[in-house]
């Protein structure tokens, strides 16, 4: 359905077609079955089943009685006995919960990505964000829609997108931070840097090699972004 690539973009999520379609609530939209866990609040977007939810709420409700009164050995957030703090939202979340609560937060965080609905918009939006920051480094100065660092707006386009011309915007703008710099556009595609080092009368490699990045089939019947480099890219 679409051509093999060798390298994968390790970022990358993999996700149904039919999942391509308009979002509802943004690249954090959860798939079916899950959602946001609210266990710090409204930005606590980490998508988990109902019963999660439910039980994160319970917790908060419950924060003030599981916590030693005068505090202890952790300071004054010290859990009471077979207590330990959910860390859910990080190490600055002291809410006092059973180990396997936390244990749980820890896996929903892990699985994050894989529950996300539009996780390959996002993980194109995210790289668009990468690239213009790259851009700004180098004193680029490119400029346009192209060129931004609203990772909603670049989630929207994508939704809306064939998949041909996410391949040709992709593609552009590493050429155009090829054409700003060699080294903006190895570090946009994740290329190492031309090395310093090598035996005497070496010299380190060139620009990098004509490269292309376009959406491929995953053995799981996904997509992710890829790319490869050399005479197959148009």
């Not at 749980?104 to 790289?127: E, H, I, T, V």
């Amino acid at each position: 359905m679409r051509i093999r690539f060798l390298i994968f973009i390790a970022a990358s999520f993999s996700i149904t077609e039919a999942a391509l379609s308009a979002g509802d609530f943004g690249p954090n939209t959860c798939m079916e079955g899950f959602v946001w866990r609210e266990a710090c609040g409204l930005g606590d977007q980490v998508c988990v089943p109902p019963a999660t939810r439910e039980q994160s709420k319970q917790d908060n409700a419950s924060a003030a009685s599981r916590v030693q009164p005068g505090g202890g050995p952790s300071g004054p957030d010290t859990c009471v006995q077979d207590f330990v703090w959910r860390e859910a939202c990080g190490p600055q979340d002291h809410v006092c919960v059973q180990p396997q609560i936390r244990d749980r937060a820890a896996d929903d965080n892990g699985a994050r990505g894989a529950r996300l609905k539009y996780p390959y918009c996002l993980s194109y939006a995210r790289d668009a964000v990468r690239a213009n920051q790259i851009k700004d480094r180098y004193f680029c100065g490119f400029s346009g829609s192209r060129w931004q660092s609203n990772e909603q707006a670049h989630f929207g386009w994508c939704l809306s997108s064939p998949d041909k011309a996410l391949a040709s915007e992709m593609d552009a703008r590493y050429r155009q931070l090829d054409g700003c710099s060699r080294n903006a556009g190895r570090e946009a595609r994740g290329i190492p840097p031309p090395s310093a080092t090598g035996p005497p009368g070496s010299t380190p490699p060139g620009n990098p090699p004509k490269c292309c990045f376009l959406p491929v089939a995953t053995p799981g019947g996904g997509i992710a972004v890829g790319y490869t480099c050399g005479p197959s890219c148009p």
